[in-house]
C-alpha cells in the first residue's frame, strides 16, 4: 500500500489540473482514501512535486525481427555502455537498445506502458518472445494487415463478414492488440520491384486499392468495435508532396464515429506531411494537416519527431526503405514475408544544419504545436525519428517558444522559408503535454486503465521534480527538460520501480492482446484459410501464431 | 501426432507425423533426429553417475570459479535454454560464443557492412522465378528445401517448375546440380572475382578477360542477362561461400550485387544455415545482450569482438579456463591446437547424445531431445518462428530444465 502525499496532480483524464491532493494505492490499483490502513502504508511525500500518470508510448519499435536485426547490423549503435551488470542486467545501447535497456530506460523517464507498432504476423512469436524480455512495462503489439492477402481477398470480395472474421482470427492467434496498417498495397507492389503512388493504384492480382482496404478495414475495425482503431502508416511516406495522401486518407473516414475513440490513427504523420515537387523544394505540409486534424472529430496523429543524431529507419514500408537506402547510400537490410508484407531497415543521422533534416524536425515540432492537445500523442517512432528518450526534450520545446528560438538558431535556415515554425507562438502547457503523452495515448489505445489516476486505474505513477504550479516551462525550460528525464518515482503495479532517476527494482509487466473471436463466426473463413495456408504459406496452419502459455504475463481483453 | 516439427536443419519442416516412435513425411535426415539412438545414461562428475541437482551444482561451482569460462554451442536448442545460457555468461563474466562462429558467421559480418536484403522462404515458393544456390548443396544438407521452399515448390505466381530457372554455382557437380537448369563450375577460391564480374556486368560494364575463376565470360553474361530478366530472384549461398576465400567479403559483394539488381528488378539474398536453430542461437543474445556471437562479459558488459571473443579464438589463445559445451561435439570439429586446451580446462557438457566431448568433459549432464522430449521455440533458417514439441514422455531433463536450475545456482553463488 502507498500513500502518496501533498503532491500536485494533473491528471488531465479527470480534469485534475494541479490540485494538491493524496494518491492512495493498493494491489497494483489507485484506491479511495478509505480503502487503505494509512499506518500500513508507505508514505511518499510528494510536496512541491508533480504528480501524474506513468507515461504511454502508442507507437514504438521495441519488439521483433526488425529492431532485432537493426542490433545485429548496427554493432556500432550497440558499444554504448548504460549499465555494468550487477543487481541489474547489463545494458548496452545508442539510439538501438537491447530489450531490457528498453524497459529500464521508459521507466528512468516514467513511462510504464509502450506498444509494439508494426509485427509481421508470421513473426509475431519472435516479437513476444522479445517483448517479454522487456521488463517494468506492460506491453502490446499490432499486427500488420494491410497487405496481408487474406485482407486483398475479402476486400476484393467486399465481403465485411469474412473479413471481420479474419481480423479476430488473426489478432487471436497473433495475440495482438489491434490493428495496424503499413502502406497498404504498397508493399505488395514492391514485391513486383515498385509501389503505389495514389490511393486509386491497383494492387496486382486482386484489383483492390489503397482507399478500399483503409476503408473496408476501418469498418471491420469498427464494426468488431475494438479497442483500439485502426492505426495507419500511411501511403506515399517520406514523398515529398504527400502531405495530399496523408489528408485524403484522414477523409476516407469521414462521417464514422466512435464514442469513445477515434476510428482512425494517422502514425508518424511528421514523416507524410510534406509539401513540394521534390526534395529541392520541400516545405512544410503540416499546416494542413493540423487544420484537417483539427477540424475532424474522428482522427488522432501521433508526431513521428526526429531527434538531432543518430536514428535506424525501420519500418514495414519495404519499398520506402529502398528508396531510402537509394536516396543517402546507407546499409539496407529488406524482408520481404511470405503472403503478408514485408519490412527494410537503413541506419540514418538527422543533422540539424542539413536543410530536409532541419525541415523534417520543423514539421514534428509544428504538428505537436498546431494540433489540439486531444489529438497529438508524442512520439519520436523510436528508432525511426530518433531516441524515445528525448520525450522530455519534445516536452518542453512544445512548451517554451523561447527554447525553440535558440534551437533554431543551430539550424539550417531552410526551415525559416520552408516551414511555419519560427512563427508559431503557441506554447502548450504542462496538462496539455501530460495529456499528449498519458492519457490521449491510453485512450486512442482504449486502454481504460492507464493514462490516468482515477479510483480503479492501474497504479502506473510517475513523480517529477516540479511544481506545477511554481514552474514556468516557457522560460524555464532548461529544468523541465531536465525534471522529465529524471522522475523522483516511477510507480509500475504499485511498485517502485525508479527513485531519483535511478532503477531500484525490476518487475515484470504484463502483455495485453484482444479477443474479439466471439464476436464472429471462424467458419466464414475456414475453407479460405486452408486453402491460402496450403498453397501459399510454408508452415502449416496449426503451426502458425503464438498459444497464450507461451507469454510470460498475458492479460486477455475480451471484446463483446 | 500430426504437423511435428522437425529438429535436425534449418529448413525446420513442420509436416511430420509421428507414430508409435517413428515419424513419416520428413527427409532421411530428419527421421534420424527422431529414431533411437545412443545416450548418456545419467549425469556424471568425472566420470561417476551423481543427480542432477549434484551435476548442476558442480557446473555452476566451476562457471563461477572460472574468471572467463567459454559457453559455447546452442545451435540446436531452444530459445528459451539459449536466453538463459546468454544470461549466465552474463552473470559470471564468461563469454557467449555459437556455432555460426564456425559456419555462417561471416554472413553476419557482411549484414553489419551491408544489411541483408532478404525474404522469407515463403517468398520464394511465391514468387522465384530465379534462384541461385551459390556453394550450396541443399539436396545433401537441406533435403526437402527444394520441394518445399525453392526449386519444385509451387505458389502464387509460380504455378509449375518450368515457371522457375534454377542455377547452381559450386566447385563440383553437386547432387544439387543435377535438379538445375545451369550449372555453373567455378574454380575453387574465386567467388569473390565472379561476383565482381556479374557486378560489373549489370551495371554496363565491359569485362576484358576471356575467363573469370574457371568461368567463360560468355556464360557469365548470359548469367547476369538471367538475373536482370528475373521477375523476383534469390540468392541462396552456403558455406561454399562463407569458408572459403574471402569469406564475409564474398557474402559482402554478393550483397552489392542484389542492392543493384533491385534498381532494375527484385532480387533477396539469403543465407541456407544449418542447424535446426542457428538462426535463434544468433537471435536471443542479439535481444538480450546486442550481437549474436563472440561475446564477452568479463567487464560486466557485453563486447563483440569475433577475432577474439570466437570460441576457437578464445580457446586457441588459451583465453578461456572453464568451458559448458551445451548441444555441440568442438571436440569433433575444432582445430586441434583448440581441442588442445579444451582438454586441460574443466569442461560442462549438456547433450542427449555421447560424442567425441563427453569423453574431455568434467560434468556431463544428459538433456531431453527438443522437439521430440522438449518443447520450445526455434527460428527457422529465414527468422521464421516455429514450436517445436514434445511427442514423448521422459525421466532426462531438458535443457531449459537443467539451464534454469544453473542459472538459480549461480545467482546464489555470485548474488
Redesign the interface.
Known sequence: MLWIKNGIVIDPKNGIEGEKMDIFVKEGKIVEESEVKKEECKVIDASNKLVVAGGVEMHSHIAGSKINTGRSMRPEEMRVVRNVAGKFRAVVGRVLLTAPGIGYEYAKMGYTTAVEAASPPIGSPHTHEELDAIPILDKAALPVFGNWHFVFKFVSEKDQEKLQAFIAWAIERTKGYGVKIVNPGGVEKWMYGSNVRTLDDEVPIYGVTPREIITEVVKANEALNLPHCVHIHCNNLGVPGNYETTIETMKLVSGMKNENRPVLHVTHVQFNAYAGSSWRDVSSGAEEIAKYVNKADNITIDMGQPIFGHATAMTGDAPFQFTLHKLIGARWSNKDTEIEGGAGIVPIVYLPKNPVHALQWAIGLELGLLIDSDKVVISTDWPNGGPFTEYPYIMAMLMSKRMREKELERVSPYVQKASSLPAIDTEKTLYEVIKMSRSLPAKILGMENKGHLGVGADADIAIYNINPNEVDPSAEYDLVNKAFRKPAYTIKDGEIVVKDGELVAETWGRTFWVDATKKVSMEAIEADLDEYFQNYYTVERINFGVDERWVKKPARLEVS | M??V?CTFCGSVC??GVFEDGDVRKLCALGKSKFSKKERIKAPMIDGKEVSYEEAIEKAAEILVEAKRPLLYGWASTV?EAI?LGVLIA??V?GIYDQCASVCHAPG?LA?????????????V???ADVVIFWGANPVEAHPRHPT??SVMA???LIKDRKNRKVVVIDVRETKTAKLADIFVQIKPGYDYAIISALRAIVKGEKIEADEVGGVPVEKLYELAELMMNA??GVIFYGLGVTQSRGRDRNVENAIKLV?QL?????W?IWPMRGHYNVVGA???P???????FAID?S????R?SPAEFTAVEALVRRDCDAALIIASDPAAHFPRKAVEHLKKIPVIQIDPHPNLTTLLSNVVIPSAIAGLEAEG?V?RMD?????VKKLVETEYWSDVQILEKMYEEVVKKVG
Not at chain 2, 549484414?111 to 517468398?123: K, R
Not at chain 2, 527468422?383 to 514450436?387: A, T
Open positions: 500430426e504437423n516439427v513442420d509436416d530459445n536466453r552474463e552473470k563474466g553476419t549484414l553489419i557492412e551491408e544489411g541483408v536484403p532478404g525474404g522469407t522462404l515463403g517468398s515458393k511465391n514468387r518445399r521452399y509451387k505458389g502464387l521477375k523476383y542492392q533491385n534498381r532494375k528488378t527484385r533477396v544468433g537471435e536471443v542479439a535481444w538480450e545482450v546486442g550481437y549474436q562479459f567487464r560486466g558488459y557485453p563483440f521455440s527460428y527468422g521464421i518462428v516455429l514450436r
